[in-house]
């Protein structure tokens, strides 16, 4: 069992940053895909970026590609996500998710693990 954390979501200005967290448990996290997805209100949740533990490989929704980042500190088990430039359609609740299996890193469906989310509101 991996219990997931996210913190870090807030109210900022477009154009500016946030960045968020997330803490995971289990003694293999450094080999595990984290990724982040989100869920605007009225709309389906989607993928936003990925991070492959044992390769390193970071996957990207073109919407945020030269804006948003992933990194982790495997000594933490926690993976963060920096957004930047962000913009209002940015508004959504923001999940980060495990996977454990080494599956297609962008498809909700291959996350074991959730965490309960973390709203960031982009204002105008």
């Known amino acids: 069992q991996v219990q997931l954390t996210e913190s870090g979501g807030g109210l900022v200005q477009a154009g500016g940053s946030l960045r968020l967290s997330c803490a995971a448990s289990?003694?293999?996290?450094?080999?595990?895909?984290m990724g982040w997805f989100r869920q605007a209100p009225g709309k389906e949740r989607e993928f936003v970026l990925a991070?492959?533990?044992?390769?390193?490989?970071?996957y990207y929704a073109d919407s945020v590609k030269g804006r948003f980042t992933i990194s982790r500190d495997n000594a933490k088990n926690t993976v963060y996500l920096q957004m930047n430039s962000l913009k209002p359609e940015d508004t959504a609740v923001y999940y980060c998710a495990a996977d454990l299996n080494f599956r297609l890193a962008d498809r909700e469906a291959n996350y074991d693990y959730w965490g309960q989310g973390t709203q960031v509101t982009v204002s105008s």
């Open positions: 991070n492959r533990g044992i390769s390193g490989t970071t």
């Open positions: 289990g003694r293999t996290f450094s080999t595990y895909t």
